[in-house]
């Protein structure tokens, strides 16, 4: 069923970026729901229409913020217009964006969301919660994303529905992985097919679940809590693993690339299964695994991913060595010394160190970039992450 969502907003010529703020009478954390990055994803911004139009000032602790993304490409029902507003924060994308006398398209609408941000961490020193909404062009259960950072696990476990990490080496420049090098908690949240009704109750289900374990609710209705859980576990088949990408498909250019038919996001395929075409040839799959995310839209570089659950042992393990800061112990190995301590940036050479595979990496809560032929850079979220911020929320 098709149904149009985006009446509202291009019904009001310059709608407020900041569409929905409600300021609880008691002090308390802040949550920030980001709808529309992509101007093709309405789910976020009818979700929030409904769930926080019924919310009062009384029932707050804390902020409740709800933020339109790429408003222009919102109102053209586009991903975006002119460059994808999920790949340009990058510190040279920002760097860059400073010396922009007149910025058109999403390098407006990135200046306007840099100011919030900017505006809203001078603000206040209580916790803050970064929720991104969006929905995929493929069908798929509803799955929270999140750069591999302890606070990130730790408060994506709350909701009982599949969490995958690791994108953020496989992705330039999305929102989610600048936010997290601010050092904030900061989830994905994917809720369904782009045109797909369920994906604005998945939605819904999950911005209230957000506010309750965010702990900005004084007392939330334990009946509407019990709703939406249900609600969730009924659309992610009570699946509630942790996923890790492995791999992504990356389309080129000026390739010709055709999902086939029928793939669904979190689909097992065998290795050898044959996903797509590309200018007429076939790609089978590397791997037994899971397929992630297959592209079904015109726009977009990113042609699947393929996931695969990680055992709560090796999830254990890697809480244990963040815990004692064990990747100190990795700049003793050959080939690995250390680019930025403070900011956690490992450099390997990859002629010395070839021998490391990145699954090591992982466990200690690095996730790599290529920087030339030789070398890597290795990025860690847990040195820069605000533990301390978020230690008495009862999540933690
Ligand atoms: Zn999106």
Not at 41 to 46: I, P, Q
Request: some cysteine; charged content about 20%; proline content about 4%.
């Amino acid at each position: 069923m098709q149904v149009h969502l985006s009446h509202h907003i291009t019904s009001i010529d310059r709608p407020n970026r900041v569409f929905h703020h409600i300021r609880g009478k008691t002090p308390g954390a802040t949550i920030v729901f980001f709808a529309g990055i992509h101007g093709n994803e309405f789910a976020g911004v009818n979700a929030l229409n409904s769930v926080l139009s019924v919310l009062n000032e009384d029932e707050v602790s804390g902020e409740i913020i709800g933020v339109y993304g790429n408003i222009k490409a919102l109102k053209a029902n586009k991903r975006f217009i002119a460059q994808d507003l999920n790949r340009v924060w990058t510190s040279k994308h920002l760097e860059d964006l400073k010396h922009q006398e007149n910025p058109k398209n999403e390098l407006l609408e990135q200046r306007d969301l840099f100011k919030f941000i900017d505006g809203l961490l001078a603000s206040t020193d209580q916790p803050i919660y970064f929720i991104d909404l969006h929905t995929t062009s493929s069908k798929t259960l509803p799955f929270i994303t999140i750069n591999d950072a302890m606070i990130n696990r730790k408060f994506s476990t709350c909701f009982g529905i599949p969490v995958v990490l690791g994108i953020e080496e496989y992705l330039d420049g999305p929102l989610l992985s600048y936010l997290n090098t601010l050092g904030y908690v900061s989830l994905g949240f994917e809720s369904g097919q782009h045109e797909d009704p369920a994906a604005i109750k998945n939605c819904e289900a999950f911005i209230f679940l957000a506010l309750g374990h965010a702990g900005l609710l004084k007392q939330p209705d334990q009946k509407k809590v019990k709703w939406y859980q249900n609600v969730l576990k009924l659309a992610t088949k009570d699946i509630s693993t942790t996923f890790e990408v492995i791999y992504k498909y990356d389309i080129k250019p000026n390739e010709d690339f055709k999902m086939l038919n029928g793939f669904v996001s979190f689909q097992y395929i065998k290795k050898g299964t044959h996903l797509a075409n590309s200018d007429d040839q076939p790609i089978h799959a590397q791997y037994t695994a899971k397929l992630f995310m297959p592209l079904y839209q015109k726009t977009g570089s990113d042609g699947f991913f393929i996931i695969r659950h990680i055992p709560r042992f090796f999830l254990k393990l890697s809480e244990f060595l963040r815990n004692i800061k064990a990747d100190e112990l990795l700049t003793f190995l050959p080939g690995i010394t250390w680019y930025n301590k403070a900011e956690g940036i490992l450099k390997a050479n990859l002629t010395v160190a070839r021998f490391l595979t990145k699954s090591i990496f992982h466990l200690f809560g690095y996730r790599n970039k290529q920087l030339d032929q030789t070398h890597l850079l290795l990025y860690n979220r847990e040195r820069v992450s605000r533990k301390t911020m978020y230690k008495n929320e009862k999540w933690y």
